[in-house]
Nanobody, 122 residues
Framework: QVQLVESGGGLVQTGGSLRLSCAAS????????MEWFRQAPGKEREFVAA????????WYADSVKGRFTISRDNAKNTVYLQMNSLQPEDTAVYYC???????????????WGKGTLVTVSS
């Protein structure tokens, strides 16, 4: 089992920045691909970003490419999502997830956090 706890969400104005963190405990963190997803009210959960076991490779949804950066610190069992130039359409609950392969889909992930709310005001 892997337990994931997100933090860092909040209210920010358009154009602002936030840094989300996801702390993991349980099984060996470095064995897992880590991904961020988000779910806006009334919408399906969607892929945001992924990072490989070592952190050497990253993947992004087109909607956040160039604005968001995913990173991880395996020594701290933590994955981060730096979000810049935030827009109202980025408003959502953000979830981190762990899996054994790069899925880019909620269906491919094995463990989930409970989420942290990001609200971007216009």
């Amino acid at each position: 089992q892997v337990q994931l706890v997100e933090s860092g969400g909040g209210l920010v104005q358009t154009g602002g920045s936030l840094r989300l963190s996801c702390a993991a405990s349980g099984r060996t963190f470095s064995n897992y691909v880590m991904e961020w997803f988000r779910q806006a009210p009334g919408k399906e959960r969607e892929f945001v970003a992924a990072i490989s076991w070592s952190g050497g490779r990253t993947w992004y949804a087109d909607s956040v490419k160039g604005r968001f950066t995913i990173s991880r610190d395996n020594a701290k069992n933590t994955v981060y999502l730096q979000m810049n130039s935030l827009q109202p359409e980025d408003t959502a609950v953000y979830y981190c997830a762990a899996g054994t392969i790069v899925a880019g889909s909620p269906h491919g992930m094995d463990y989930w956090g409970k989420g942290t709310l990001v609200t971007v005001s216009s």
